[in-house]
């Protein structure tokens, strides 16, 4: 009889450590694929944000946007969304998606800005650090420029014109 109660218990701790095992597995699983959608989403809206200055730019000095650019900026809006819907419990979800296709914005500016404020709490959940420190090199950078001449740049990561 005790060999039953100890090859029952044997098989019950095997099946519950398992049965452990797997679910921690998927929870880390869930993790990381929403930590790599959170990344794709975050370099999707740093794009559209670069590219929105030209949207911007138009506004402020009445011109229309490049018709190319305004395709641009639509497929990576569409990309960003169809990002988001493969993890529902994402950060700032609403945020993004109100700056994404919300018409209630009275300009571009104020879209421009909501989202560069956007991206500010973004940072904090993708690269602390590094955005920390390309921030501190960009302000020595502003420092030191009526220094240089652009032909004097050297960083590899500096353009140069």
Do not use: C
Request: avoid cysteine; glycine fraction near 4%; charged fraction near 30%.
């Amino acid at each position: 009889m005790t060999e039953l109660i100890a090859f029952i218990s044997g098989v019950m701790l095997t099946l519950t450590g398992a049965i452990l095992s797997y679910g921690l597995q998927i929870r880390q699983e869930k993790k990381k694929a929403k930590e790599r959608i959170r990344f794709e989403v975050y370099m999707n809206l740093m794009d559209l944000n670069s590219y929105y200055f030209w949207v911007t730019s138009a506004e402020f000095t009445g011109n229309k946007v490049d018709p190319h650019m305004n395709k641009l900026i639509h497929e990576i809006a569409l990309k960003t969304s169809d990002k988001l819907r493969q993890v529902d419990d994402m950060e700032y979800l609403d945020e993004i998606l109100e700056i994404l296709f919300s018409e209630r914005f009275k300009s571009a500016t104020e879209r421009a800005h909501k989202m560069e404020e956007l991206l500010e709490k973004l940072h904090s959940l993708i690269s602390p650090r590094f955005i920390k420190k390309i921030k501190e090199i960009s302000r020595e950078n502003l420092l030191l420029m009526p220094t240089k001449s652009l032909d004097k740049l050297n960083a590899p990561g500096s353009t140069k014109i």
